[in-house]
């Protein structure tokens, strides 16, 4: 069965950074596409970022583009967030999320996708 456990959200002010993580147990990481949604309070949960099972693809909601950067260390099963000059607009309890890799990379940016989610961690930016 798998699980994933997120850590490093907290409280920062606008403009600085975080480095979210995602710890698989119960499979090999590299057995599945990862990925990172958000839900901010009174909204529905949204698509963030994404990575293929190698790596080697990823994609990201424009909203993010440019400022975070999501990568994964198969080898230590965790999948990470960077996120760099953050906004008070990205406070949210982000979520992390897996599929077999199996399943084509085009469906990876839909929430449907994911079999697997994790209890999320909080993110708040103060202005």
């Known amino acids: 069965q798998v699980q994933l456990v997120e850590s490093g959200g907290g409280l920062v002010q606008a403009g600085d950074s975080l480095r979210l993580s995602c710890l698989m147990s119960g499979r090999i990481c590299s057995l599945y596409h990862m990925g990172w949604f958000r839900q901010a309070p009174g909204k529905e949960r949204e698509f963030v970022a994404t990575i293929n099972w190698s790596g080697g693809v990823t994609n990201y909601a424009d909203s993010v583009k440019g400022r975070f950067t999501i990568s994964r260390d198969n080898a230590k099963n965790t999948v990470y967030l960077q996120m760099n000059s953050l906004k008070p607009e990205d406070t949210a309890v982000y979520y992390c999320?897996?599929?077999?890799?199996?399943?084509?990379?085009?469906?990876?940016?839909?929430?449907?996708?994911?079999?697997?989610w994790g209890q999320g961690t909080q993110v708040t930016v103060s202005s």
């Open positions: 999320t897996a599929v077999d890799r199996g399943r084509s990379e085009s469906t990876l940016t839909t929430e449907r996708t994911y079999s697997y």
